[in-house]
């Protein structure tokens, strides 16, 4: 436990956390995406209906669950070849994915003038942020 106990041990548990948030966070709403299509379009069709993506809502829904997908997937590969070769290039696309993804969600979400939807979204972005810094770090 000793080893964890240093800079690089603390940078490196810092980037698993990361990596690992990602993951989380981005497998499980992408995969929400697909297994309820009907219901997340419906619930964005209403969120959209006065913005100016009312008309393209079901393209962007698909967009955002590859991207979403993709920062899943980068993010979790990632935080396994941490885990085992210590490489953090895979994560570190992971966080790049991710903050992308969270671009889109604050577009959406201030082009649909939903003001506390997209500022509850700055929090991830910071992560985001920090996690590009760490894992880009190494």
């Known amino acids: ?48 209906a006065k913005s100016p993506l009312a008309g393209i809502v079901p393209l962007l829904l698909g967009v955002l669950t590859a991207v979403e997908l993709a920062a899943g997937i980068l993010s979790a590969l990632g935080f396994f070849l941490l885990l085992v070769r210590r490489d953090s290039s895979v994560a570190f696309y992971g966080a790049v994915v991710s903050g992308i993804a969270l671009l889109a969600l604050f577009f959406g979400q201030r082009m649909a003038k939903e003001y506390p939807g997209a500022a509850s979204l700055a929090p991830y972005l910071l992560i985001a942020l920090f996690a590009i810094l760490a894992l880009g770090a190494a």
């Open 1 to 48: 436990m000793s080893v964890l106990h240093t800079s690089a041990g603390a940078l490196l548990i810092a980037q698993l956390f990361v990596a690992a948030f990602f993951a989380i966070l981005f497998l499980q709403s992408g995969v929400d995406k697909i297994l309820d299509r009907r219901g997340n379009l419906d619930w964005l069709t209403g969120h959209f």
